[in-house]
């Protein structure tokens, strides 16, 4: 007689008719591919996030430039949907991406390979970024983030006076 085991709780059982437990093996399978995966795609799993998307950083002797692939949405709710945070030296773009409601009640989908739901990407520079000037336009499903550098300053040396 055969067992059905949903694959969930597959970590849980162990198969003594032919002598092997499965949660030893399911263990290192999970090791192998986590290894694999960089640091913000495992984070991006372990918190529940729907997806990444991907992305593009350019720079130039002014500015850094970040570019996520955002295809299908609404330019009228992007703005509520996401959210670009900068600080010194760190931008962090997040949000929670639907499907056009009007695409879907006029149309019958057939197919997908637009991802969905809620997502997270952070970016470390190294040089300071000026926050306080940073650009950023959702355009041809293109999210396009410019994060200018901030300005060096040259300051002059100052004498210390020594008190006895």
């Known amino acids: 007689m055969s067992r059905l085991f949903p694959l969930s709780r597959l970590e849980d059982v162990a198969f003594p008719e032919i002598g092997y437990d499965f949660s030893a093996l399911k263990k290192q399978i999970d090791s192998v591919f986590s290894s694999m995966l960089p640091s913000e795609a495992r984070m991006a799993l372990t918190s529940g996030m729907a997806f990444m998307p991907e992305a593009e950083i350019l720079e130039t002797p002014e500015a850094y430039r970040v570019k996520l692939a955002l295809p299908g949405l609404d ?90």
């Not at 019958?108 to 940073?134: C, D, H, I, W």
């Open 75 to 164: 330019p009228k709710i992007i703005k509520d949907n996401i959210h670009v945070q900068v600080s010194a030296r760190t931008v962090t773009i997040q949000g929670d991406v639907h499907k056009k409601d009007e695409e879907t009640v006029q149309n019958t989908l057939l197919m997908s390979q637009f991802s969905y739901g809620k997502f997270r990407r952070q970016f470390t520079f190294s040089e300071a970024l000026e926050p306080a000037n940073v650009r950023a336009h959702y355009q041809q499903g293109v999210l396009d983030i410019e994060l200018p550098k901030a300005q060096k300053t040259t300051q002059k040396p100052i004498d210390i006076q020594i008190r006895a």
